[in-house]
């Protein structure tokens, strides 16, 4: 975009100025920060944040975002004074669960490239002498983790770019958002109307009625959190606090007691505890009311009552890990308002129903300057160098922006805050809110649910466990530690068993799907992808969607149904918002190239028919061909399935024969009860997602979002053959895959765990040469070659054959390159065109085996 577009950017807490900050640096000038309250304190979440920085995170995502924070804040100073103390941060385990649990995260820090040791109890001690030593067990120290004083730098940074000539309006709030053929053209305030080109909501907490004056759905929830601070401690006293720069003063490392849901600071000779395990206490904030134009570090909206019942527990727990503590009490405390959102994540990006309208809502202190620069990136070059996908508003479903789901989830969030949670653990709640037609059938066979955007997905079924008797002893499964365990069941072995050698149905109906038509929709498409998608209907292409500089943004298959309607099967909802986007753009500009982007996953159903004998089964219930001639490998047709029409898609998720079955809700139920009864002759058993998995990694299939990003190329992430630089036209990215090196630093390679037995989840880091050269992006055990194997980025000049380590909890597990795919390289499986079995000699496949 030209710099010398108009910006307002909502709200000038922490985010709103630094994004300012970062706007000017890459040289924009026209720039407005619109705030209800005064400058000088502005009375949000930043007003009050307590300021630790921690930057270790599961997500690598919001690890680089902190890391970054961090870095921009040490280096914003005044008069020799600056705005972070980096004395490091220290967490604690008090039982054994969370001594483990900090040996992952201390994984974590090393993939993500962050300075982290594991030390004793009594290194803890040395480090924090307030701590008791009876009780704490050891810890993770981060040295460069440190107190944000994020009220003086805010102040900071609106001196230093007012200086720049950013404007900005105290005590003005904004009443409206103005608009004009669908974009956006300003913001309506007391005072008159601020004109923009582009309009940025960095209200916090007040973000959900910012993002209703456009009709925009915000999903997060502002709660209180509790906060309190002792009266001057013993130890610590003779300790001068300067208000204005409070925090320089400390010199013990930020602490957390997760076990206990506590953290705690310095403030000069007291010390701060903040207290996630009170009941959630959700607030509207519209009710707040108008910020006044005096606001003072008592008297603000975001700082609530002290409910000093809630405090009881924290008080007693912190009493019991700092003893020192008994010598004091509590001098102050208030319930500080905070953004919650349904799964933990800040809501940034584009608004998928207004042009010019971004939103940078739900960020804490510790990711406010990261995020700042992503989104200035976003607005100057249309890219963040940092994937933030999974942060993009757009990535929630429709029945996760509703107002109660958005409360329910995002309390939880705020109770489990601290827990120890495993990758795959679900939602406790709300469940079962999207469910297949096949639904009655899976629980009737004993599906074992877990729960990912909404949709109830089956791992395994218990009904399948009576083969676990007829294995063989190659594909018996190896016994796990209690992590990997968790949300597993060795029937997952039986199933990807009968998968490879009989036939297996698996409900595929959760993966998304979008209908693209119009007499625009190839126009679009070959814009959009990396493939030539000009083939006669009837066709399937595996294809790339990448932005400007070639960073994978999504993974897709296009199907060709007729000569103006495609299908795509897609990973997420954010691919059907930027599709719908774009055609939305190109209508604009050629209205004779309308094209019509329409969610369908919900109104249709797939059932995944997989295996040696898929075809058997279809020949019983259709007389369609479904032959390589009928029906070649990436082809699609209609056929009747027992009478039902069915769009067949001759793809695998799997690497066996077989077809995608697609059909409209109301009749899944028949067909898969039509299938079901069909391969009874041929041992058919319904399979579930931990077999899918495992299989899919044999054959080397990637996944957009866990093994790939937009900080990924096609030729280093393994997928260039998804390129054609020969069709006609131009497409997104491929300028930029001309810039991208033609001998990449890195890959993403695949792994055969050495002792055929150590599991691998994700995530971990990996060890070459005894140093850090990357990590883990999605394992399994692979069932059909008998051993664990994993997907992980490596520097390129890391070799077939060579030997690497993964940390699993501390312990290293040997791990070696090898080629992929692991199984069936050829496709000869894939391409099986034997014809069905005559009915005369159809027997049980168990019989048979």
């Not at 993939?111 to 030390?119: C, E, H, K, Q, T």
């Not at 979008?514 to 998608?533: H, I, K, M, N, W």
């Not at 001639?629 to 690497?655: C, D, E, N, T, W």
Request: charged share 20%.
């Amino acid at each position: 975009m030209a710099t010398s577009q108009r910006v307002v950017i909502i709200g000038a807490g922490i985010v709103g100025v630094n994004l300012a900050d970062e706007l000017v640096t890459l040289g924009w000038k026209n720039i407005t920060v619109v705030e209800q309250g005064p400058l000088n304190m502005p009375g949000g979440s930043t007003s009050h944040a307590p300021g630790l920085v921690f930057q270790t995170n599961s997500s690598k995502t919001m690890t680089k975002l902190a890391k970054y924070t961090m870095e921009k804040l040490l280096s914003i100073k005044k008069d020799g004074q600056g705005c972070f103390n980096q004395v490091g941060g220290l967490e604690v385990a008090t039982t054994p669960e969370r001594l483990e649990e900090l040996k992952r995260r201390h994984g974590f820090a090393s993939s993500w490239g962050i300075d982290a040791r594991l030390i004793s109890g009594e290194e803890c001690i040395q480090m924090y002498p307030l701590l008791n030593k009876e009780t704490v067990l050891g810890g993770l120290h981060i040295p460069t983790d440190g107190l944000a004083l994020a009220a003086r730098a805010t102040q900071l940074l609106i001196e230093r770019t007012s200086e720049a000539g950013v404007h900005y309006l105290g005590n003005t709030p904004v009443t409206g958002i103005e608009r004009s053929d669908g974009r956006v053209t300003g913001v309506t305030t007391p005072s008159g109307s601020v004109p923009a080109d582009i309009v940025v909501s960095c209200a916090g907490f007040w973000g959900v009625e910012i993002g209703a004056m456009v009709g925009l759905q915000v999903p997060l929830l502002p709660l209180a959190h509790q906060y309190a601070k002792t009266t001057a401690l013993p130890g610590l006293r003779g300790r001068e606090l300067n208000s204005r720069i409070n925090g320089m003063n400390a010199t013990l490392p930020i602490l957390r007691h997760q076990d206990q849901d506590l953290y705690y600071r310095e403030h000069g000779d007291q010390v701060g505890i903040g207290f996630y395990g009170h009941r959630p206490m959700p607030v509207v904030a519209g009710s707040l009311g108008l910020t006044p134009e005096h606001v003072d570090e008592k008297n603000m909206p975001s700082r609530l009552d002290f409910t000093s019942r809630d405090f009881e527990v924290a008080w007693n727990e912190s009493q019991k890990l700092l003893p020192a503590l008994k010598e004091t009490h509590l001098a102050d405390g208030f319930n500080g308002i905070f953004s919650f959102t349904p799964d933990g994540g800040p809501i940034i990006g584009r608004a998928p129903n207004l042009e010019g309208f971004y939103v940078a809502e739900a960020v804490w202190v510790t990711h406010s300057a990261g995020i700042a620069r992503a989104v200035a990136q976003i607005l100057t070059t249309g890219r963040s160098e940092i994937d933030v996908g999974e942060c993009d508003i757009s990535r929630f479903e429709e029945i996760q922006l509703s107002r109660e789901y958005v409360s329910e989830t995002s309390q939880q969030n705020f109770v489990e805050i601290y827990d120890i949670l495993h990758p795959l653990a679900p939602k406790i709640s709300p469940r079962n809110l999207r469910i297949s037609p096949f639904n009655v059938r899976q629980r009737e066979l004993g599906a074992y649910f877990l729960e990912v955007g909404g949709w109830e997905r089956p791992f395994w079924y218990e009904a399948n466990a009576e083969l676990l008797k007829y294995l063989p002893a190659k594909w018996q499964p190896v016994e796990r530690d209690a992590w990997s365990a968790q949300h597993y069941s060795p029937i997952a072995a039986a199933e990807a068993w009968k998968t490879r050698n009989a036939v297996a149905m698996y409900d595929m109906t959760a993966f998304h799907r979008f209908e693209v038509s119009g007499p625009g929709a190839l126009y679009l498409l070959q814009r959009l992808t990396t493939s030539d998608l000009a083939k006669e209907p009837g066709s399937i292409t595996y294809t790339l969607l990448l932005d400007d500089e070639a960073g994978i943004r999504g993974d897709i298959f296009v199907s060709r149904i007729e000569d103006e309607v495609f299908q795509i099967g897609a990973n997420s909802a954010t691919e059907f918002h930027y599709l719908s986007r774009e055609a939305r753009v190109q209508r604009q500009v050629s209205p004779s190239q309308w094209v019509q982007v329409r969610e369908i996953t919900g109104s249709t159903c797939s059932i995944g028919l997989w295996g040696p004998r898929a075809r058997d089964v279809i020949a019983g219930v259709s007389t369609d061909d479904f032959s390589n001639k009928g029906l070649p490998y990436f082809g699609v047709k209609k056929v009747h399935v027992a009478g039902i029409p069915v769009l067949a898609f001759r793809k695998s998720y799997v690497g066996e024969l077989g077809w995608e079955l697609q059909t409209s809700a109301e009749l899944g139920l028949r067909l898969w009860d039509a299938i079901s009864q069909a391969g009874k002759l041929h041992g058919i058993i319904a399979a579930g997602r931990a077999a899918l998995n495992s299989l899919r990694l044999e054959k080397g299939y990637r996944t957009y979002g866990a093994d790939m990003g937009t900080e990924h190329d096609p030729l280093e992430a393994g997928v260039i053959s998804a390129v054609d630089l020969k069709k006609k036209g131009d497409f997104v990215g491929k300028a930029g895959l001309s810039r991208r090196p033609k001998t990449p630093t890195r890959r993403l390679r695949c792994l055969a765990v050495n002792d055929g037995q150590s599991m691998l989840l994700g995530k971990e880091p990996v060890f070459y040469k005894g140093e850090a050269a990357g990590y883990i992006t999605t394992a399994a055990f692979g069932f059909t070659v008998g051993r664990p194997i994993a997907y992980t980025w490596l520097p390129s000049s890391v070799s077939v054959g060579e030997t690497i380590e993964a940390e699993y909890f501390g312990r290293r597990v040997a791990a070696t390159v090898v080629r992929e795919p692991l199984y069936d390289p050829e496709g000869s499986r894939l391409l099986d065109d034997r014809p069905p079995l005559e009915a005369v000699t159809q027997t049980p496949l168990k019989s048979r085996l």
